[in-house]
Each structure stands twice: as structure tokens, then as C-alpha cells.
């Protein structure tokens, strides 16, 4: 049964800076699309960065183009997502996600909270 660990989250300043960190484990990780989302109180669940296995290519949500970058090692079973120039807005519960790249069995992370406040 696959499991993924989320880290890394906290309370930080807007214009300040956060790494969260996704450790895998129980699957193939080098197969597996690996997605960030995050869900803010009233909200749904939306997605933030992805890295897909096919083409080694990565999607953000337009609201975070150029502020955050998704990275994966495979070698650590372990995707990140760096976060600069931090919002209030992106104040959210984030998750971590791995699906199959050719199938539908997935994974989420338990979460972790980012505060964005002065």
C-alpha cells in the first residue's frame, strides 16, 4: 500500500519562502505522476504543480506560475514544492498526490497546513 508523507509546511511572512516535501513510499515512484494541491477553508481542492512521468513535463495553476517550482528526485522517492513570493492568498492546507501514469490507482498525503500572514 503506497503512503506519502508531507513536511515542511508553517506560518511565514507574505514575500517569504517555504520547501514542502513529499517522501513516497510502498510504490513504484518512477512511474507515478506526482501533484501538488491545496484546499483553503471554503474552498475546494484545486491543483497547484504537477510533474508527469511522460515527457518529464510540469504544470502549474496560473495562479502560481512563477513563484513555485515542483521538483522530484527519484532516486529519494521524494517530490518538492518550492514556494517564493508567498501570498495570503496561498494560505491552504496543501496535499501531495501520486497517480499511476497509465492507470487510475493514486495516492494523497495526509496534508500539511501553510500560513501566509504578517
Known amino acids: 500500500q503506497g503512503q506519502l508523507v508531507e513536511s515542511g509546511g508553517g506560518l511565514v511572512q507574505p514575500g517569504g519562502s517555504l520547501r514542502l516535501s513529499c517522501a513516497a513510499s510502498?510504490?513504484?515512484?518512477?512511474?507515478?505522476?506526482m501533484s501538488w494541491h491545496r484546499q483553503a477553508p471554503g474552498k475546494e481542492r484545486e491543483l497547484v504543480a504537477a510533474s508527469l512521468v511522460i515527457g518529464s513535463v510540469t504544470n502549474y495553476a496560473d495562479s502560481v506560475k512563477g513563484r513555485f517550482t515542483i521538483s522530484r528526485d527519484n532516486d529519494k522517492n521524494t517530490v518538492y514544492l518550492q514556494m517564493n513570493s508567498l501570498k495570503p492568498e496561498d494560505t491552504a492546507v496543501y496535499y501531495c498526490?501520486?497517480?499511476?501514469?497509465?492507470?487510475?490507482?493514486?495516492?494523497w498525503g495526509q496534508g500539511t497546513q501553510v500560513t501566509v500572514s504578517s
Open positions: 498526490k501520486a497517480r499511476l501514469s497509465w492507470g487510475t490507482v493514486e495516492y
Open positions: 510502498g510504490f513504484a515512484f518512477r512511474r507515478y505522476d
